[in-house]
């Protein structure tokens, strides 16, 4: 046989194949074939038991993900698969591996994550980034490994002081600044730009102007929660004042969009926020145009300008923002879809609005992530940085 030819599946890989294929709702197709080959019988079984308990989509998704790059990564650097529990010395192996400091590379080869180990990682394509991780994606896949680890009924080493010491210490000494998921946030200058850049009347225009005023103006909702939004989330509510000082005079549209299950909030939760005004109308006029009266509110449109039955994805929402992006004569390269979250309050904070305000309506759970570009917004605007120009 050619050796330049693929190898072909084994029973055990083509089995393992099958039983993802009852998670071809979460996991996508091209990823099941590359999990197949490097999940074990006894991890496909594990995420079909996560995905009947009900766990969320995105949470289910991630699990497969890290799970996928754990057993690739043990194989690579200890020749053997993982094992469960894993030992402290194997989780101090893979800090060592992930966070380590370029300027030590430099004299000393063997810092960080071995080249052999390197190159097997990329070559089974679940190793892209080149150097050492970033600190959030090492402790999350800790994190899932750790959850792992307890729905097999097992204990393990993740609380022990000796691996939390070590990733301290790797977190201050890889020195690897935080990156942003949107370089650039989408503030209400480049929303307008936006929908200049979706003006027209093309179906495909008056979902593009929809989405976007929804995803903004709901409080910066996250990609997957527009892409998974329904019409049976959406209630119309009772016209509100345009001016709260004034609740006599002109009136606006509102509609309440319940959220249900999302990264912060349960599926039976009453959590709701509000649309106003324009996005309202917009929303509005998407939804009769497209003769959408249930199921999910924005779809796919094909080459043809033909409306779709299914929903947009979450990869979709990125890329219609970066497409607009493009059109307006922006960088997509600057953008993503976490802009708009970003966006939404950073020019909440341009505006004065009080931080917990604008909080009720992005569901941020946490002051300390929200404040961030309260923050940023208050630096760029003050007079510290101003002292000589």
Not at 73 to 85: D, I, N, Q, R
Not at 343 to 367: K, N
């Given at each position: 046989m050619d050796a330049r030819?693929?190898?072909?599946?084994?029973?055990?890989?083509?089995?393992?194949?099958?039983?993802?294929?009852?998670?071809?709702?979460?996991?996508?197709?091209?990823?099941?074939?590359?999990?197949?080959?490097?999940?074990?019988?006894?991890?496909?079984?594990?995420?079909?038991?996560?995905?009947?308990?009900?766990?969320?989509?995105?949470?289910?998704r991630a699990l497969a993900s890290d799970l996928g790059y754990l057993e690739a990564?043990?194989?690579?650097?200890?020749?053997?698969?993982?094992?469960?529990?894993a030992p402290e010395a194997l989780l101090l192996k893979f800090v060592a591996h992930h966070l380590w400091d370029f300027s030590k590379r430099d004299t000393d080869a063997a810092h960080g994550m071995p080249g052999d180990v390197t190159a097997t990682l990329k070559a089974a394509d679940v190793l892209r980034a080149d150097g050492p991780h970033a600190p959030s994606t090492v402790r999350r896949r800790l994190s899932s490994w750790s959850t792992l680890t307890r729905w097999r009924g097992l204990r393990g080493n993740f609380a022990a002081p000796g691996l939390r010491s070590a990733l301290k210490l790797a977190v201050r000494a890889s020195a690897r600044p935080r990156g942003r998921k949107s370089k650039r946030a989408v503030t209400a200058?480049?929303?307008?730009?936006?929908?200049?850049?979706?003006?027209?009347?093309?179906?495909?225009?008056?979902?593009?102007r929809a989405l976007l005023l929804t995803a903004f103006a709901s409080g910066g909702r996250r990609r997957s929660e527009i892409s998974s939004l329904r019409v049976e989330q959406l209630v119309e509510e009772q016209p509100v004042p345009a001016d709260p000082k004034n609740p006599d005079g002109e009136k606006l549209p509102c509609l309440k969009i319940r959220l249900g299950r999302s990264k912060t909030t349960?599926?039976?939760?009453?959590?709701?926020?509000l649309l106003v005004g324009r996005p309202v109308v917009a929303l509005s006029a998407w939804l009769e145009r497209a003769?959408?009266?249930?199921?999910?509110?924005?779809?796919?449109?094909?080459?043809?300008?033909?409306?779709?039955?299914?929903?947009?994805?979450p990869q979709s929402v990125n890329l219609i923002l970066k497409r607009r992006i493009a059109e307006a004569g922006l960088d997509p390269t600057?953008?993503?879809?976490?802009?708009?979250?970003?966006?939404?309050?950073?020019?909440?904070?341009?505006?004065?609005?009080?931080?917990?305000?604008?909080?009720?309506?992005?569901?941020?759970?946490?002051?300390?992530?929200?404040?961030?570009?309260?923050?940023?917004?208050?630096r760029q605007l003050g007079r510290a940085a101003r002292l000589i120009t």
């Open positions: 030819l693929p190898k072909p599946a084994s029973d055990a890989t083509l089995r393992r194949a099958a039983a993802l294929d009852a998670l071809d709702s979460v996991l996508p197709y091209d990823r099941r074939e590359v999990l197949a080959k490097i999940l074990t019988d006894d991890d496909v079984e594990t995420l079909r038991h996560l995905a009947t308990e009900g766990m969320g989509d995105n949470s289910l990564w043990c194989l690579a650097a200890t020749k053997s698969p993982l094992p469960w529990p200058d480049i929303l307008s730009a936006l929908l200049i850049a979706c003006a027209g009347e093309k179906l495909v225009d008056v979902r593009d349960e599926a039976d939760s009453d959590d709701f926020v003769a959408i009266a249930d199921g999910a509110v924005f779809r796919g449109i094909d080459r043809w300008g033909n409306l779709e039955r299914r929903a947009v994805t600057l953008f993503s879809a976490h802009g708009l979250r970003s966006g939404f309050l950073t020019e909440t904070a341009r505006r004065g609005i009080p931080l917990t305000e604008a909080m009720q309506q992005s569901q941020h759970r946490s002051i300390q992530q929200a404040s961030r570009y309260y923050n940023d917004a208050e």
